[in-house]
């Protein structure tokens, strides 16, 4: 298995770095106030492809916070109720027979 995954990773780097060989030419963004940025084109895909998954990331964070405050919260909760007092033995009911 462990062959298996690196073969996978192997080939996806491969993939990368041929399509990354392929983008060089240069391009340019132009923004607001004529401020040009000029880079290669797969420099650019990788940025906005970082920003993409920075933002998404971003978005999912309150929502990953609100989950842990609400488990650490049940798990307060919860704690005292455990420690209420000795545990009971219950014995199982005798066989009739």
């Known amino acids: 298995m462990r062959i ?13 770095v041929a399509f990354a060989a392929m983008n060089v030419q240069p391009v340019k ?10 880079a290669p084109l797969v420099a650019v ?12 990331l971003l978005a999912m964070l ?3 916070l609100a989950q842990r405050r609400e488990i650490s919260r049940l798990q307060r ?4 109720k455990e420690k ?10 005798a ?3």
Not at 4 to 16: D, G, K, S, Y
Not at 45 to 56: K, S, V
Not at 84 to 93: C, D, E, K, L, T
């Open 45 to 56: 895909l990788l940025a906005f492809f970082a920003a993409g998954a920075a933002l998404g």
């Open 84 to 93: 209420s007092g000795p545990p009971v033995a219950v014995q199982p009911p």
């Open 95 to 97: 066989a009739e027979g």
């Open 77 to 80: 909760n919860a704690a005292p």
């Open 62 to 64: 309150g929502t990953c």
């Open 4 to 16: 298996l995954t690196w073969t996978i990773r192997l080939a996806v780097f491969v993939l990368l």
């Open 29 to 38: 963004l132009r923004f607001y106030f004529d401020l040009v940025w000029q």
